[in-house]
């Protein structure tokens, strides 16, 4: 029992520091970039009911500075002026194509429907998305997102940020939640081994959208339009990572945390749906940490040596931190860095929250 349990944190310690050691990759690598000029995008903006912060993000996102890009704006059947400000835009640049889309009774309501409606506008072939919440951090994004299409690589996952609200816990252990998601996907990518990415900053080519059929293997479900085409398209060879501070987006909304746990429970059955290998990985990496958490108090009641817990503990940490410290600087994520124990137990914790209940709901559409 003793020597089953230790072997078993041991081991948990051991996976984790190869998956750290992993994520060193990531924050220690540099950015491969093409020489010469940015091909010409065509960035996707899907909008439903959110007319006062389109005017907010939608200017930042037309003032980019790059020779040639389009601006597909995607009005989801709203029912508030968002199309009013659409039109307004679309007035004075000329570079705008609107898609107004009206529910259909087959698709009602879906996110994919109006992608899809939108991609099939676009008129170039690298299609750029970020949501109508989130803003590029320069006015280079375009540029740099651009000059990492070359030779194979058709696929390129970006970095998005949250909000930063200082003293809030809530709002500190969301903003470590979707940093270190993204770390993860990145990490593996830069690996050879990319499994997801995210709409608020991502391109890929219009041709690689066709030759899966868009997004007909997951149509049924509310969300993964992102997340699960990523999934089933990126490979080692058509897949690179995009960290470069001008090439990053940051919403200017924060959610609630009850708004965090919604969306944490419907990402919950997207990764049901990953790859098979996809989910092995991630599960691996949970389990290993649950196990890092609960075992040493067992350990010790049952008279381990503490020394031997006491090595493992600061192997573990030792790493992690020299790790997550320098990919808290590449990301320029601050706040959180010195807590990392908390926010990792409290992350650890509603994830298990998460999987205990949401089996008595479901996201897919009936």
């Known amino acids: 029992m003793v020597i089953t349990l230790l072997s078993l944190f041991a081991g948990s310690t051991g996976i984790l520091v190869i998956y750290y050691i992993l994520f060193g990759k990531l924050a220690f690598s540099g950015n491969s970039l093409q020489q010469g000029n940015p091909i010409p995008v065509s960035v996707i903006i899907r909008t439903k009911n959110n007319a006062d912060i389109l005017r907010q993000t939608l200017p930042s996102v037309l003032v980019q500075d790059h020779p040639y890009f389009q601006v597909v704006l995607v009005n989801d059947a709203s029912s508030d002026h968002t199309l009013d400000v659409i039109e307004e835009f679309a007035r004075r640049y000329q570079n705008i194509k609107i898609v107004n889309v009206v529910n259909n009774e087959a698709f ?5 429907y109006a992608l899809t409606l939108g991609i099939k506008a676009a008129q ?10 989130y803003v590029p951090l320069s006015n280079i994004w375009l540029r740099e997102i651009s000059q990492h299409c070359y030779g194979e690589k058709t696929v390129i996952l970006g970095y998005s940020a949250v909000k930063r609200k200082k003293n809030i816990f809530s709002n500190a252990l969301i903003r470590f939640d979707n940093w270190f998601h993204a770390i993860k996907y990145l990490s593996l990518a830069t690996a050879g081994s990319p499994y997801t990415g995210s709409g608020k900053n991502l ?7 066709y030759q899966v059929n868009g997004f007909i293997g997951h149509m049924d479900m509310k969300n993964g339009e992102d997340e699960l085409f990523i999934n089933e398209v990126a490979t080692a060879k058509n897949t690179i990572v995009c960290t470069t501070k001008a090439a990053r987006t940051e919403s200017v ?5 009850s708004e ?13 749906n990953f790859k098979l290998k996809d989910r092995a990985l991630l599960n691996t990496y949970y ?3 649950v196990l890092f958490w609960l075992l040493p108090v067992p350990l010790a009641l049952l008279g381990i040596n503490p020394v031997t817990l006491l090595v493992l503990f600061f192997l573990k940490w030792v790493v992690q931190y020299i790790i997550m410290a320098k990919l808290a600087r590449k990301f320029s994520e601050k706040g959180f860095i010195w807590l ?12 298990f929250y998460i ?12």
């Open 108 to 112: 009602w309501g879906k996110k994919k």
């Open 124 to 133: 170039n072939n690298l299609l750029v998305f970020i949501e109508d919440n």
């Open 203 to 209: 391109a890929y080519h219009k041709t690689a959208f």
């Open 253 to 257: 909304t924060t959610p609630s945390f």
């Open 260 to 272: 965090w746990i919604t969306q944490k429970r419907e990402g919950f059955y997207v990764f049901r």
């Open 287 to 289: 389990m290993a940490q």
């Open 340 to 351: 990392l124990p908390l926010y990792e137990a409290t992350l650890i914790s509603v994830q």
């Open 355 to 366: 999987f205990i209940t949401s089996f008595r709901k479901s996201t897919r559409w009936k």
